[in-house]
C-alpha cells in the first residue's frame, strides 16, 4: 500500500501539486486522471523521488520514502517498476538487454535463469521471439510493453504508470490497459496509472483520483463516476461530444 | 550566476564517484568507452598531429633567419612545443569537439526521453553508470593520445624539414635528441590528464542537467564544446604557471 499525505511541490512560484492526500491499495488498478497540465506526472515522480515534494509525505507499506537517506531509498526504488510517458527504453540495448539490464545490475542469478526471465516477462507481454530488436525497430505499442515487461522484470510490489496509452490507437490502448490490470491482479502489486483516456477509466478504474490544478477534486470508482456531482470532474469527462451523447 | 552552477557541479561529481553496483557492469562500459575515445579518436589526432609538426618546422625555419643559430635547433623546438603546449592543447580541443559533444548530446537525450529517470527508478546511481566510465576512458585514453600525437608531431616536422629543404634529416635528428628536459613530458601527462577530465566532465554536467526537447540537447552539446574549451586554455595557463 502507498499513502501519501499533504504533498505540495511548486517550480519557482507556480505551485503545481498543492496538498494531495491519497491511498492506493495492492491488487487493484489506482488511476489518477485530470488534464493536461494539471500535474499528474509531477505527482508521480514526486511518489518515486525524482522530484523531492515542499512539504509532505510518501509511506511505501508504512515507511517514509520522504525520510530516507540514499541507500534505504534504493532499497525502496528496486521494489519499484515504472513505465514512463516515452517508454524511455535504453536506446542503445536489444530489447532482450533491456530487460536483462536490471536483473545484471542486481542479481547474481546464472546467464540463463536471467534470460529465462526475461523470455518470460516478455512472453507476458506478447512479444515474445523480439528479443533482438532494437527499440527505433518497434511501434509506440510494442516500446510501451516492452517498458512494462522490463518493469516487471524484478518482480515490483508497486508499479507506476505515467499515461500507457497516450499516441496509441484505441485498440492496443485497451490491450495495455488490460495487461496492467491483469498483472496488477495477477501479482497483488500496487498500481498507480497516471492517464487522461476516458476508455481508461472505464475500463479498469477500480479506483480513480481526480487532479486538477494540483488538487484532489473527486475520488471513486468508474462505476461512480458516471454520476459524479463535482462540477469539476464533469466538465473534465464530459468534454467530449461522445461523453454527452452517452450521459444523455 | 558562477556559483550555483559551479555548486551543481561539484555535487554531480560526489555522486559521480560513489560506489558502483556492479563492478562487472562498469568495467565493460569503461572498455566500451575506452574504445569509443581512444580508437574512435585516433583518425583525427593522426591528421592533426603531422600537419602540427609540418607547420611548426616550416615556420620556425622562416622565422630562424640568423646564421648564427644552427638549423638543428629547428628539431628542438617542434619537439619542445609538440610536448609542451602543441599536442596536449590542441588535441583536447579537438577531443572537446570530438568526444565533449558526443558526451553531452547523449546524456542529454537519455535525460529528455526520461531514460535517466528510468535508471533512476531502477535504483542505479544515474551520474555513477553513466559518467564515471565515460571520465574513466578519457582519463586512460587522451594521455595514450597524445603521445602518439607528439611522436606524429615530430615526425611530420621531420618530413617537412626534409622536403622543402629547411633543415636536413641529420639536423633535425640532432635538433630532437640534444638538451631534453624529462619534465615537460611530465607536465604534458599533466595536462592531458586534466584536459581529459574537463571534457569529459564538463560536457556530460551540461548533458545531465538538459531539460526540454531536442533543441536543448543541441544547445547543451554546444555549451560542453564551448565550456570546455575555454576550460582547457585556462587550466593549461594554470598548470603551466604552477609547474614551470
Ligand atoms: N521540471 C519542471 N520544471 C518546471 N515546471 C514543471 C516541471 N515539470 C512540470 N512542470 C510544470 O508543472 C505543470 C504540470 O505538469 P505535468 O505534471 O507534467 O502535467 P500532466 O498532468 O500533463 O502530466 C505544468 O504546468 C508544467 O509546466
Ligand atoms: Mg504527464
Not at chain 1, 146 to 174: H, Q, W
Amino acid at each position: 500500500m502507498i499513502e501519501i499525505k499533504n504533498i505540495h511541490k511548486a517550480f519557482g512560484d507556480h505551485q503545481v501539486i498543492n496538498g494531495v492526500t491519497a491511498e492506493f491499495h495492492p491488487g487493484i488498478t489506482n488511476l489518477i486522471i485530470g488534464g493536461s497540465g494539471s500535474g499528474k506526472t509531477v505527482l508521480l515522480k514526486c511518489m518515486v523521488g525524482l522530484h523531492e515534494p515542499d512539504q509532505g509525505n510518501v509511506l511505501y507499506n508504512g515507511r517514509d520514502f520522504t525520510r530516507m537517506n540514499f541507500e534505504e531509498r534504493i532499497a525502496i526504488r528496486k521494489e519499484i517498476g515504472m513505465l514512463f510517458q516515452g517508454s524511455a527504453l535504453f536506446d542503445s540495448m536489444t530489447v532482450e538487454e533491456n530487460i536483462l539490464f536490471p536483473l545484471n545490475m542486481f542479481t547474481n542469478q546464472s546467464a540463463a535463469e536471467k534470460l529465462e526471465r526475461a523470455n518470460f516477462c516478455l512472453e507476458r507481454v506478447n512479444l515474445a521471439g523480439k528479443n533482438h530488436l532494437y527499440p527505433s525497430e518497434l511501434s509506440g505499442g510494442m516500446k510501451k510493453r516492452v517498458g512494462i515487461a522490463r518493469a516487471i522484470a524484478m518482480n515490483p510490489k508497486y508499479l507506476f504508470c505515467d499515461e500507457p496509452n497516450s499516441g496509441l490507437d484505441p485498440r492496443t490502448s485497451i490491450v495495455i490497459d488490460e495487461l496492467i490490470a491483469e498483472i496488477t491482479d495477477e501479482y497483488q502489486i500496487t498500481t498507480i496509472v497516471v492517464t487522461h483516456d476516458m476508455n481508461s477509466v472505464m475500463g479498469i478504474g477500480e479506483k480513480i483520483l481526480y487532479l486538477h490544478q494540483g488538487k484532489k477534486w473527486w475520488e471513486g470508482s468508474n462505476e461512480e463516476i458516471l454520476s459524479a456531482t463535482n462540477k469539476e470532474l464533469n466538465d473534465f469527462i464530459f468534454a467530449s461530444k461522445f461523453m454527452k451523447a452517452l450521459k444523455k | 550566476m558562477f556559483f550555483q552552477p559551479f555548486g551543481k557541479y561539484i555535487l554531480l561529481l560526489k555522486a559521480v564517484f560513489r560506489r558502483p553496483e556492479k563492478w562487472s557492469i562498469y568495467r565493460k562500459e569503461i572498455l566500451k568507452e575506452m574504445v569509443a575515445i581512444g580508437v574512435g579518436s585516433l583518425g583525427i589526432i593522426t591528421i592533426i598531429s603531422v600537419f602540427l609538426g609540418a607547420v611548426t618546422t616550416v615556420q620556425t625555419a622562416f622565422q630562424l633567419v640568423s646564421n648564427l643559430v644552427p638549423r638543428s635547433v629547428i628539431g628542438t623546438i617542434v619537439r619542445d612545443s609538440s610536448i609542451l603546449e602543441l599536442s596536449p592543447t590542441i588535441s583536447a580541443i579537438v577531443l572537446a569537439g570530438k568526444v565533449g559533444s558526443s558526451v553531452a548530446s547523449q546524456i542529454g537525450t537519455m535525460r529528455v526521453t526520461e531514460q535517466i529517470d528510468a535508471l533512476e527508478i531502477m535504483g542505479i546511481n544515474s551520474p555513477g553508470y553513466l559518467i564515471l566510465p565515460k571520465i574513466i576512458g578519457a582519463v586512460t585514453m587522451v594521455p595514450l593520445l597524445v603521445i602518439i600525437s607528439i611522436a606524429l608531431s615530430i615526425t611530420g616536422g621531420y618530413f617537412a624539414g626534409s622536403l622543402s629543404g629547411a633543415v636536413t634529416a641529420q639536423d633535425y635528428i640532432y635538433g630532437i635528441t640534444t638538451d631534453f628536459i624529462p619534465f615537460t613530458f611530465t607536465v604534458c601527462m599533466v595536462k592531458s590528464v586534466m584536459f581529459a577530465f574537463i571534457i569529459t566532465t564538463i560536457s556530460a554536467y551540461q548533458g545531465y542537467y538538459t531539460r526540454g526537447g531536442a533543441l536543448e540537447v543541441g544547445i547543451s552539446s554546444t555549451r560542453g564544446v564551448v565550456i570546455s574549451c575555454i576550460m582547457i586554455l585556462c587550466a593549461d595557463y594554470v598548470i603551466a604557471q604552477l609547474l614551470l
